[in-house]
């Protein structure tokens, strides 16, 4: 019986799983976004974001608790030089994962071939520059076909306006 086991073992003993997880965490926080399978992705996301949330502060303690996760003397000064300061206002969600498309049938990566596997993109949020810069371009001025009523600003500026033609 499983009663009440949330954790997926991934078909790996307890080792293998430990090992795994922390690779791919130091390869998540290296490279910002690696591919995985999406049963992965789901148990590196639970395993990786209290790791990043360490990284908010730092401190000494901090970095040794991280490590004895990672493993990775680098991974580790990554984490705590570029990642935790960019985060630090993030209050969750530091991972986004992204599943390649089902219905699209000519996309190669979509399921993996040799095993029929639900294959996915796993990254971390404010590292992604595409998405970024897309938002900071996409933002415009919300409009309306209603109109909207005139601010008291805009009303002081059309009466500026026609007090000066008034006076030429």
Same mark, same amino acid.
């Given at each position: 019986?499983? %009663?009440?086991?949330?954790?997926?073992?991934?078909?790996?003993?307890? &080792? %293998?799983? %430990? &090992?795994?997880?922390?690779?791919?965490?130091?390869?998540?926080?290296?490279?910002?976004?690696?591919?995985?399978?999406? &049963?992965?992705?789901?148990?590196?996301?639970?395993?990786?974001?209290?790791?990043?949330?360490?990284?908010?502060?730092?401190?000494? %303690?901090?970095?040794?608790?991280?490590?004895?996760?990672?493993?990775?003397?680098?991974?580790?000064?990554?984490?705590?030089?570029?990642?935790?300061?960019?985060?630090?206002?993030?209050?969750?969600?530091?991972?986004?994962?992204?599943?390649?498309?089902?219905?699209?049938?000519?996309?190669?990566?979509?399921?993996?071939?040799?095993?029929?596997?639900?294959?996915?993109?796993?990254?971390?949020?404010?590292?992604?520059?595409?998405?970024?810069?897309?938002?900071?371009?996409?933002?415009?001025?919300?409009?309306?076909?209603?109109?909207?009523?005139?601010?008291?600003?805009?009303?002081?500026?059309?009466?500026?306006?026609?007090?000066?033609?008034?006076?030429?």
């Amino acid at each position: 019986m499983r %009663h009440g086991d949330k954790i997926n073992n991934l078909k790996r003993t307890t &080792a %293998h799983r %430990h &090992a795994l997880m922390s690779n791919m965490a130091a390869s998540l926080i290296m490279n910002k976004r690696i591919n995985t399978t999406l &049963a992965k992705a789901k148990a590196l996301r639970v395993y990786v974001e209290p790791i990043i949330t360490r990284s908010k502060t730092d401190s000494q %303690h901090n970095r040794r608790q991280v490590f004895s996760y990672l493993q990775n003397k680098e991974a580790v000064t990554e984490l705590f030089k570029e990642v935790g300061p960019k985060v630090a206002t993030r209050p969750g969600g530091y991972t986004r994962i992204i599943r390649y498309s089902l219905t699209v049938s000519s996309s190669p990566t979509a399921k993996r071939r040799d095993d029929g596997a639900d294959m996915c993109l796993i990254e971390l949020v404010d590292f992604n520059d595409l998405l970024l810069n897309a938002k900071s371009e996409a933002r415009k001025p919300k409009t309306t076909r209603r109109g909207r009523a005139k601010t008291k600003k805009a009303d002081d500026t059309t009466s500026n306006t026609a007090e000066e033609s008034k006076s030429e």
